[in-house]
């Protein structure tokens, strides 16, 4: 008996009775002999024929549904004694996420084994460890079934990039995916990265979630004028799911053999990288090379605040001799630094940031290009407040203290206090702050280096010579400078169209002014080269707009489109030949 292919039924075998039944109609269900098994077996098809108990066969459209296992072919075969199905033409296998395709299918819904010939398969586990599972797809010349979430992939690949994209990929003459345990294992294979083989091994496995594992890492391999063909294996060492370690043995033909090592740590208020590197005996420089680094930093709530930076190598040719990118080979000064911050709450709306910090540099002096040996600050500390709403007005201040030391130049001691009172006037369509505000600084200087001129004393004996300071700095050193400016802009809104959906474009041109006398800062020493103040008499021009897009729940979101910046001098005021900008010398 079959149906007509113009009105489907479904056709399903009872489990009772003794004599062939063909049913039409809403389907019977099959169930299976086993009491921890008691969901439904449906078979669903144009046309099934079976007999109670034994097999049940169904053509055109076929499919069989127990709980979260779909099977659907051109025909398929069911048979109850061993809860076993063969399909065959366009198979489509679905599992608990899982989705294989292929011409033919032999499984075992009892034990989950069984094996599909030819398929394309994706992959969509569920987690086991908590971790996020990979999607997985790929390519075989069969797929073995091993039991639940266990699969064996014979002469095939694969990858967890998207459809499309095969940026890398695991090819192996056997590929087995436990994806209880998470974990892959190939035989025979190779890892591929953008079509190229960068790992191949008789056998390794891999991780099947986003959890790091122990192993090996790709090599790297290359060729350096200094130190000839090299090679290193880093492994990577899963010690906790908040440090690891990963060592790498690295040879080179012309120094020997480097180990490096990197252990990394991460907890809920700091972190950091310890990563250090030794090279025993370089036969080509017949010396004993190191390098070493430690960052770390630490964040409470973001109220306290810290940092170390150290780093240090053996020799000035270091990175020239051993590195491999450019930009550590031509890295000239080596941070070592710590600091420590706190910021606070006063007065209900005031808050205020303090700072200690140490800092010293290692130089990497270069013979055919020298370099100057930055200022170390030892300490540098740095306080600045902020009180807002004063009757309409802002005040805030500045202050710091740092120590400038260096080995062959001019050492001294700056003290730095800017206090400042500014009146914000805002409102949705401009906003005007005028700002005043004394910048004062002085300067202790020591250790000024001295030189042997001629003695200019007429009864001198001749050749007599006494010494003097260079430059010709004093002992100490003041300077007071006032500071005017005033902040302003005005927002334009429209509501426009872009990208297909309703935005708001906004226009938004800004004036900044500042005015600063000049003062003459020639018997001041040039410690650092930062400069915080805008030229004397000077203003800027800003001119920025953006397209506010809706976002969730109505609220914008921001794209700047375009922006134009100009900075015009409104006076210059020259006392002989100098400039009359203003160099604050790093204040």
């Known amino acids: 008996m079959s149906c007509s292919p113009a009105r489907r039924a479904a056709l399903a075998l009872a489990l009772f009775g003794s004599a062939a039944v063909y049913a039409q109609g809403q389907g019977l269900q099959l169930r299976s002999p086993s009491e921890e098994r008691a969901l439904p077996i449906i078979v669903d098809a144009d046309r099934i024929e079976g007999v109670a108990g034994k097999d049940t066969t169904a053509r055109g459209n076929a499919s069989l549904r127990r709980g979260g296992l779909s099977i659907r072919a051109d025909s398929l075969t069911y048979h109850e004694g061993n809860e076993e199905v063969e399909a065959s033409g366009n198979v489509r296998l679905q599992r608990n996420g899982d989705t294989l395709k292929g011409p033919a299918l032999?499984?075992?819904?009892?034990?989950?084994?069984?094996?599909?010939?030819?398929?394309?398969?994706?992959?969509?586990?569920?987690?086991?460890?908590?971790?996020?599972?990979?999607?997985a797809r790929g390519q075989a010349e069969?797929?073995?079934?091993?039991?639940?979430?266990?699969?064996?992939?014979?002469?095939?690949?694969?990858?967890?990039?998207?459809?499309?994209?095969?940026?890398?990929?695991v090819k192996a003459d056997e590929l087995d995916l436990d994806f209880t345990r998470e974990v892959g294992t190939a035989r025979g294979g190779s890892v591929y990265f953008e079509g190229l083989p960068i790992i191949a091994a008789p056998s390794f496995d891999f991780s099947l979630n986003n959890q790091r594992k122990s192993g090996f890492l790709p090599p790297s391999i290359g060729v350096t004028g200094k130190s000839g063909p090299e090679v290193g294996i880093p492994y990577y060492l899963n010690l906790a799911p908040n440090y690891d370690l990963t060592l790498t043995p690295r040879y080179m033909e012309k120094r020997g053999l480097q180990l490096a090592e990197q252990f990394r740590y991460l907890q809920k208020d700091y972190k950091g990288d310890l990563s250090a590197e030794v090279l025993p005996n370089d036969r080509a420089a017949d010396r004993r090379r190191y390098g070493m680094s430690l960052a770390g930093s630490y964040n409470r709530d973001g109220f306290l605040l810290g940092g170390l930076n150290l780093n240090k190598v053996s020799d000035d040719s270091y990175f020239r001799d051993l590195a491999t990118r450019i930009n550590i080979t031509s890295q000239a000064t080596l941070l070592r630094e710590g600091f420590?911050?706190?910021?606070?709450?006063?007065?209900?709306?005031?808050?205020?940031?303090?700072?200690?910090?140490?800092?010293?540099?290692?130089?990497?002096?270069?013979?055919?290009?020298?370099?100057?040996?930055?200022?170390?600050?030892?300490p540098q500390l740095t306080l600045s407040t902020l009180r807002q709403d004063i009757g309409g007005f802002d005040f805030g201040s500045a202050a710091e203290f740092v120590d400038?030391?260096?080995?062959?130049?001019?050492?001294?001691?700056?003290?730095?206090?800017?206090?400042?009172?500014?009146?914000?006037?805002?409102?949705?369509?401009?906003?005007?702050?005028?700002?005043?505000?004394?910048?004062?600084?002085?300067?202790s200087l020591y250790e000024i280096p001295r030189i042997s001129i001629p003695d200019p004393d007429p009864a001198a004996?001749?050749?007599?010579?006494?010494?003097t300071a260079f430059p010709a700095f004093p002992n100490s050193i003041s300077r007071t400078l006032p500071i005017f400016s005033v902040d302003s802009g005005?927002?334009?809104?429209?509501?426009?169209?872009?990208?297909?959906?309703?935005v708001i474009q906004t226009l938004e041109p800004r004036l900044y002014y500042v005015n600063i006398p000049f003062r003459d800062q020639s018997q001041i020493p040039l410690f650092d080269t930062a400069i915080a103040v805008e030229r004397a008499g000077s203003a800027a021009r800003h001119v920025r707009s953006a397209l506010l897009f809706q976002g969730p729940a109505g609220h914008a979101q921001s794209q700047r489109r375009a922006a134009h910046l100009q900075r015009i001098e409104l006076a210059r005021r020259a006392i002989g030949a100098r400039e009359p900008a203003l160099d604050l010398r790093g204040c």
């Open 340 to 378: 420590l911050t706190y910021n606070g709450q006063w007065w209900g709306t005031g808050s205020y940031s303090a700072t200690a910090r140490v800092q010293r540099f290692q130089v990497l002096q270069d013979p055919d290009n020298p370099i100057v040996v930055p200022y170390g600050r030892t």
């Open 106 to 135: 032999r499984y075992s819904i009892r034990d989950a084994t069984g094996l599909f010939e030819k398929p394309d398969f994706t992959f969509t586990p569920r987690p086991k460890t908590g971790q996020q599972p990979v999607s």
């Open 142 to 169: 069969s797929i073995e079934f091993l039991g639940e979430n266990q699969y064996r992939i014979k002469d095939g690949f694969f990858t967890s990039c998207k459809p499309g994209d095969d940026g890398w990929l």
């Open 404 to 443: 400038f030391s260096h080995p062959s130049l001019v050492n001294g001691k700056r003290s730095t206090l800017y206090p400042s009172l500014s009146l914000p006037l805002i409102t949705p369509s401009f906003f005007l702050t005028p700002k005043v505000g004394v910048h004062y600084t002085y300067y």
């Open 461 to 467: 004996p001749p050749g007599s010579t006494i010494l």
């Open 490 to 502: 005005l927002i334009y809104e429209r509501e426009t169209n872009a990208l297909g959906q309703g």
